[in-house]
């Protein structure tokens, strides 16, 4: 067996840390599981933009969310935006 990794945000991690428990089954497993499936969906598509489709439809809607600052410095400084109205997030 090989050994993957990934780091994931606390809300994220407690949530799955959480199912294992309820499901009574290692985060490896769960993992293990995961990674099949996801090797075997990828395999059964017909292309690349089916996969795709079928994930997003699963994820649910996008919450909405108020823009206040943003930064063009990975986060080093901060800019204050005026409120926006009438903004949608396209693909």
Request: proline share 2%; with cysteine; aromatic share 6%.
């Amino acid at each position: 067996m090989k050994v993957v990794g990934t780091k994931l945000d606390d809300v994220d991690y407690e949530r799955f840390e959480t199912f294992c428990m309820d499901k009574g089954i290692s985060k490896s497993e769960t993992m293990r599981g995961l990674i099949k499936q996801y090797c075997d969906d990828c395999e059964n598509c017909s292309d690349e933009d089916e996969l795709i489709t079928a994930q997003d439809s699963e994820v649910g809607a996008i919450p909405e969310a108020k823009i206040t600052s943003v930064s063009h410095d990975d986060g080093k400084t901060w800019i204050d935006v005026p409120e926006l109205t009438n903004v949608r997030v396209g693909n």
